[in-house]
């Protein structure tokens, strides 16, 4: 591969794109809506939430110096992110309570990055965050998942008109940020039934001696705000 298609990949890669129209972002709303309100829908894409969940948890825990042992994702949508390193303290904290609140601080950036025309850079990164969580799964099914998630990004990426892009972008985008609000609210029912003894916000509990309700309200208000925010971003008011 020569310089000047290097450069030129560069130079799609960090250059700006023409925002597509106001329908075509309301549309891809609506088309994420509908990928996450049915419950028949959500069963599916729900897997696409507990990447980001699952990689939110990885994330944040490489960058307070823990050692990251693996990544499982589950047919059932659960998931699990394996750290080693001191078991209480800030890292420990900001570990556990990056996971639900991950999926829709990941729509806010992208929806940071579409609403200055980076369509291009949302792609590619997406794509690169996908491959780095790729070599952190540890079984089948995960493999399986974040490869055919990784799989339309490049396809989309690579083989389709800036239109495409662009509302696969939008889409993408939209699904993050009202994806992330419904995990809350369903551990909250959980919790309600007295299930999910175990979950994220009671383990901040144990860790910090701040009510697992306090957490869950902190997780809620991210993920709204996150909503909101992004969406104004996206439809530019």
């Not at 990885?58 to 693996?70: D, Q």
């Not at 509302?167 to 609210?185: S, T």
């Not at 997780?219 to 709204?224: R, Y």
Request: proline letters at 4%; hydrophobic letters at 50%; charged letters at 10%.
């Amino acid at each position: 591969m020569d310089t000047g298609h290097l450069t030129g990949i560069w130079d799609r890669v960090v250059g700006t794109q023409p925002a597509p129209s106001l329908w075509l972002v309301i549309a891809t709303a609506v088309l994420a809506l509908g990928a996450v309100v049915p419950r028949t829908a959500w069963r599916l894409s729900r897997n696409a939430v507990t990447i980001a969940h699952e990689g939110g948890h990885g994330l944040i825990a490489l960058v307070t110096g823990r050692r990251l042992e693996g990544i499982r994702l589950h047919s059932d949508t659960s998931g699990l992110t394996v750290s080693r390193g001191k078991p209480t303290g800030l890292g420990m904290v900001l570990t556990a309570a990056a996971g639900y609140i991950a999926p829709s601080l990941l729509g806010l950036a992208g929806a940071a990055l579409l609403a200055a025309g980076h369509i291009t850079a949302l792609l590619w990164g997406a794509t690169a965050l996908l491959l780095v969580m790729l070599v952190m799964i540890r079984n089948a099914y995960g493999v399986l998942t974040v490869v055919l998630t990784g799989t339309a990004f490049v396809l989309v990426s690579w083989l389709t008109a800036a239109e495409v892009q662009a509302a696969f972008g939008y889409a993408v985008v939209w699904f993050l940020l009202l994806g992330g609000v419904r995990p809350p609210f369903e551990l909250q029912g959980k919790r309600r039934r007295g299930g999910a003894g175990d979950s994220d916000p009671d383990q901040l509990a144990r860790l910090t001696n701040v009510p697992a309700a306090v957490w869950l309200g902190l997780f809620h208000v991210v993920t709204l705000c996150s909503l909101i925010g992004g969406g104004r971003w996206l439809l530019g008011v």
